[in-house]
């Protein structure tokens, strides 16, 4: 795969640059000093040097620091005075960089010239040489490259291998991670604009108008959209898309907790299965779909009076535009469950900034619901039941039918239906997600879980498989929460 081989270093004179260390035992307080030889400097006046310490699972970065350099017959002498890490272990040099002033001119040691690198560090430490460091760092490898090749997927319901290597952009990265059974690494590429610059020019040109890109428009890929590389050499499955499902289940996790490490959310946008008994690749694309309304005119919402109305009630309004925000998230939600939670996050949100708990409870008549002695039952201050009193008031007022069909199949209530969205929202925030076949989760015998299984059953039933694109219990939310939020704008 391309991006996974290393090469020789060679110099511009064509000789091996060749690096080693004064000792491969460090104490606490010891000097440690590193000898280039081969390499030839030009302007460079400062050395940078990067320690890693090595562990079961990843060279860790554990040391960087500006170090003393001196040119002497046999090279360039870099020293490490003083030297203190941490934790008694195996370390090894992970880079060597000279620049010239800050960042000018740098010139980095190649990373299979620092391979006999290694030390250990400790109080009593004794030196093992460095044929024995490589050997152990060797086996270590060996260690991680085995459990990278166990793979992910259950090796004991499936008979067959894939290997899968995904493409997810606007995740920029800069340094290669092993994370168990797959890696990822930078692309040192990305996406650029050339689909709307392709767009832009039939656009302009349509007009009559002669179009002309800006200079390095169409560049500069890996700032505007860099692509991060999984790769997955074992997956096992028993079909290409079964492959597929389980990687992507996999990198929607990984995209979520990455938009914390590096400050932007990732998407898959392509893939490479290949069955390496065939070695014939299959190259899937994930194109970003519209997703919206397809209809055009007044009946299907292009009314300029009506937007133009609610573009000045969002303006005036910061809670709108907060309810607006998290509607548009909403709807860009990929994942079925979290889905259902930002839709009744957004419910409960609006209902929450009424103040209802206290108030006289009505049905969907707008009439008081009385106890047995005759008197209102007040709202509580539990989520499920004043959204449900929100939307008993909205639906009176607005004259809307409590009643859905979803799926052209059953007819629900939306009081049936409020118990359903209520009960994939607190086991999403409970228990992570959906998990109508674990009992411990999915209690047996409740009303509320037994009801919310049979309509995500149904589904499933109904379509083979359940998605944003096909749960008509989560469309049936959606469609409610456009109408609240219709009723905010009014």
Known sequence: MPGLQEHMPKNEGGASIKVALNVHAVRPGDTLVIQVSGMTLGSQNRANVDIAQVLPEVDDWVYGRDVPLEITPEGISLTLPDLHLNDTGLYKISSVRFMEGMTVGELRVPASALQE?????????????AAALVEKYKQIREARRAELLRGIGDETASTRKFTVIAFVKDCGLGTRMSLGQYEIMPSNDGLGLDAEISFLKRFVEKQGDRFEASPGSADDRKRQ????????????????????????????????LMSLHRGSHGDICAAIVTDPSTEHPRIVLWPELYRGNILAGFISGEDPVVIKRHLERMQADGRVRLYLSLFREAVAERHCELAYFRYWNLLEIIARDKGYPGQPSVDWNGQHVLNKKGKPIPVSNQAEDFVRHHLHLLYHTTAHSPEYKVGNRKTFNLDSLVAIWYRHRNCMSHSGGCTPSDCAQCVRGDPKYDNCRAAHDDVVAAHGTRNVDIDDFLSALHMTVRLVLRDELR
């Open 117 to 129: 690198c290694l030390f250990e560090c400790g109080p009593d430490v004794a030196d093992a040489g």
């Open 225 to 256: 959209h860099p692509v991060m590389v999984a790769h997955f050499p074992v997956v096992h499955a028993e079909s290409p898309e079964a492959a597929l499902e389980i990687v992507v289940g996999e990198l929607e996790g990984l995209n979520t």
